[in-house]
Nanobody, 115 residues
Framework: QVQLVESGGGLVQPGESLRLSCAAS????????MGWYRQAPGKQRELLAQ???????NTKDSVRGRLAISRDNTKNTVSLQINSLKPEDTAVYYC?????????WGKGTLVTVSS
């Protein structure tokens, strides 16, 4: 079955950069739209960025310019590069796969931005 495993989270200082990765298995990765979401404490889960099977990307306005999503169809992975991290970026980051209009989720990886 579909499996999404995030990695790369941890404790970082403001201004630093981080690259998250998601390893996907159990489905035809090349046919799925992939995305990254995050959920901060006490807030709703929000979409950060998506990348289609053809490589087209869409990024949330509030993080555009310091965040980039990418995929590698030969490795079945999708990554999220986040630069200039801020304390408000602290959240659990989730990998998402949209397969035939159905959402699948990873367990998430925690990113904590603090001095």
């Amino acid at each position: 079955q579909v499996q999404l495993v995030e990695s790369g989270g941890g404790l970082v200082q403001p201004g630093e950069s981080l690259r998250l990765s998601c390893a996907a298995s159990g489905f035809d990765f090349s046919m799925a739209t992939m995305g990254w979401y995050r959920q901060a404490p006490g807030k709703q889960r929000e979409l950060l960025a998506q990348v289609t099977r053809r490589g087209l990307t869409n990024t949330k306005d509030s993080v555009r310019g310091r965040l980039a999503i990418s995929r590698d169809n030969t490795k079945n992975t999708v990554s999220l590069q986040i630069n200039s991290l801020k304390p408000e970026d602290t959240a659990v980051y989730y990998c998402n796969a949209l397969i035939r209009l159905t959402d699948y989720w990873g367990k998430g990886t925690l990113v904590t931005v603090s001095s």
